[in-house]
């Protein structure tokens, strides 16, 4: 059964639109990643945030993802456009599996 993992992306002051960018930009090759079922972005210009539903085969696909993005320079691309720096302006829920009921 699928994992569910929703990440909200809140954008620096006037970087709202620099951040939905970058999403265009890189969720190819995040849908295109090993154990990505899907990945829905929501938007909301008056928090600047970006909210993405993700669904992911397992949770260690996921961070094994994440490890990914982290490697390939997703902090440093990132630091001046989400509020607080990735570390810091990005907070991530697991829901867990998906069930039949």
């Known amino acids: 059964m699928a994992e569910l993992v929703i990440l909200?992306?809140?954008?620096?002051?006037g970087k709202f639109e620099?951040?939905?960018?970058i999403f265009k930009a890189v969720l190819d090759d995040t849908r295109a990643f090993e154990g990505c079922l899907k990945v829905e972005v929501f938007a909301d210009r008056s928090?600047?945030?970006y909210t993405l539903i993700e669904e992911w085969e397992s949770l260690c696909h996921q961070q094994?993802?994440?490890q990914w993005r982290i490697e390939?320079?997703?902090r440093e691309a990132t630091k001046d456009i989400i509020e607080g720096g990735f570390d810091k302006?990005?907070?991530v829920h697991t829901w867990?599996?998906?069930t039949d009921i």
């Open 64 to 66: 094994k993802y994440l």
């Open 8 to 13: 909200n992306f809140k954008a620096a002051k």
């Open 18 to 21: 620099d951040l939905g960018n």
């Open 96 to 98: 867990g599996k998906k």
């Open 72 to 74: 390939t320079g997703i």
């Open 47 to 49: 928090t600047s945030t």
């Open 89 to 91: 302006g990005v907070t």
